[in-house]
């Protein structure tokens, strides 16, 4: 396996997915060793650095990428297994900004309330105790909380010419913002134009399903990731695979579109692996899927479609590519 180190200087940064020229070329079954910028751009260090005075829109949630996939065509697939999702620093940052989150008016869920308050919260990172630890701002209350490394934006260019920003999430992928993007799952995405220019960023030590503030526990990454191919499979939606289950997430407005996109995308996947009709994949779907809500605070929602391969009979999915890359990923130490 070739092994490629990439590290972005601060003008390399993507901002958007298509649009941006590629910051390398990679084959597939290359090792990318990648080093990505927290949500913030790095300017969120201390409990004084207010988002909105330290932070220019849109110049938000900076991208590792995009990378060029030898061999990538539409309708292709683009595999990517993340081996190892590690923090760069030994601190994190939560925050409130005004009128973004899940609890707050906003420009479109619009209201005469003023907005919440703008804080800064700082995380301690502990990579030996696997710890981030949360300190109250209003009573003298502090508690470890389970560390987590997940990607929230991982994703490729769209088709069709487009450059969406990395703010967003679509089919494309982009800012999904689902735990579940994490350490040992591979990802699948439709390739849209040649090459895929796949990138991603917006590390988070932790987050809650939902993202209910607007933000994880943000933090840059060291990130090792194979990346492979699936000539000639089409993924509509993005796709994880991890050792125990199959999701489909999905991105809409309202949040019950969300839900509806990634059930059906399931139910069409499910169709497929277990050689079953549209109405027989429904049924499983409709008895044994979990939906957790990945994100409510973006401009386009998300939710996950989650099936326990210990409860389906279906067959192998991507031809076995997830397993094959697990074992490649335990070859790398």
Known sequence: ?????????????????????????????????LWTEDCFAGKVGTEQDLVSQVCEFPFLNPQTGPFY???????????????????????????????????????????????LPELVWLYELDNARRTVTYHAKSADLTFDLPMDPMHGTVGVAPGALEARSSLVPDAHGGNLDTPEMRAGVTAYFGVNVE????????????QGEGEACGTGVEVAMNTVVIVELVPGVATPWPRLESDAYLMSVGAATPLENAYRVAQVDMTGWLSELCGVDRMDAYQIVAQAALAPVAQVCNPIYTVTSKIAKSLVPAGVAYRGIHADLRARAAQLG
């Open 195 to 206: 090459g895929a220019l796949f990138s991603l960023g917006d590390g988070h030590a932790r």
């Open 69 to 115: 996939v030898d061999g990538a065509r539409p309708g292709d697939t683009l595999a990517l297994h993340f081996v190892s999702i590690e923090p760069a620093r030994s601190v994190g940052a939560a925050t409130t900004v005004p009128f973004f989150g899940a609890l707050t008016s906003d420009a479109h869920t619009a209201s005469l309330q003023e907005a």
């Open 1 to 33: 396996m070739r092994v490629i180190e990439y590290r972005p200087e601060p003008g390399e940064f993507a901002w958007t997915f298509g649009g941006a020229a590629p910051v390398r070329t990679v084959r597939p079954g290359d090792v990318l060793k």
